[in-house]
């Protein structure tokens, strides 16, 4: 499978705790995105990275998250002393190309948290 | 980026053309439109996109006025797997990112 691969698919945890979520961006695309989504809401853009590069994060993105690409290919995305507010479903993307105008976003399945 | 506004639902019967609108009216002369389409517990998935031409592709249609103030998206013969959320999306020409609204949750019922 040559797609956008996230891990775990679903993951519950206890209020307070730490939790990190990978992305395997679809080979050679040098851009990867995360994404929060809600139920109802469409995706939100949290950050992304041009290859090891962080280029912009939201404001969305409180002192608690933090996303890594260290080499430029895979990322992670953790969350420190996870909040109920944090529950919510956490997709990535990736997209190639030397320009990122006209370039598509592929999406992976995204991974569902639940913050008891 | 231009905010679009979408129907909030949508119903369509199996087998008919399913024609979903967007206005756009504030995009500039830079920004694209783009469609990605939900299906349920899935990530989005790119559909069309275009500037100021109408574009075609295995999928869809993407008819846009002459104005460019909107734009329809158009599945010629919709089956049930196309129920999904559906996005319209304006994106200039220097952002990496795509900001979604809510979408059109179009139903195809058999």
């Known amino acids: 499978d040559t797609g956008v691969s996230q891990n775990p698919r679903h993951k519950i945890t206890k209020r307070g705790q730490n939790v990190t979520f990978r992305c395997d961006p679809i080979s050679e695309h040098n851009r990867l995105y995360w994404y929060r989504q809600t139920l109802g809401q469409g995706p939100e853009f949290l950050t992304y990275f041009q290859n090891e590069a962080q280029l912009e994060k939201s404001r969305l993105l409180s002192d608690r998250f933090s996303a890594e690409r260290p080499k430029g290919s895979f990322s992670t995305l953790e969350i420190q002393r996870t909040e109920q507010g944090d529950s919510a479903m956490y997709l990535c993307a990736s997209s190639g190309g030397a320009f990122a105008t006209n370039e598509k976003l592929f999406f992976g399945s995204g991974t569902q948290l639940s913050v008891l | 980026d231009a905010k679009t506004t979408q129907p909030t639902s949508m119903d369509c019967a199996e087998g008919r053309a399913a024609n979903l609108p967007c206005n756009h009216s504030?995009?500039?002369?830079?920004?694209?439109v783009y469609w990605y389409r939900q299906i349920h517990s899935q990530g989005p998935q790119y559909i069309i996109h275009g500037l100021k031409n109408n574009e075609t592709n295995e999928m869809a249609s993407l008819i846009i006025t002459e104005d460019r103030k909107s734009s329809t998206l158009i599945l010629p013969h919709a089956t049930l797997r196309d129920t999904a959320v559906y996005y319209c999306?304006?994106?200039?020409?220097?952002?990496?990112?795509?900001?979604f609204g809510t979408g059109t949750r179009l139903q195809v019922f058999p």
């Open positions: 504030t995009i500039s002369g830079n920004e694209y």
């Open positions: 999306i304006v994106r200039s020409y220097n952002t990496d990112k795509l900001i």
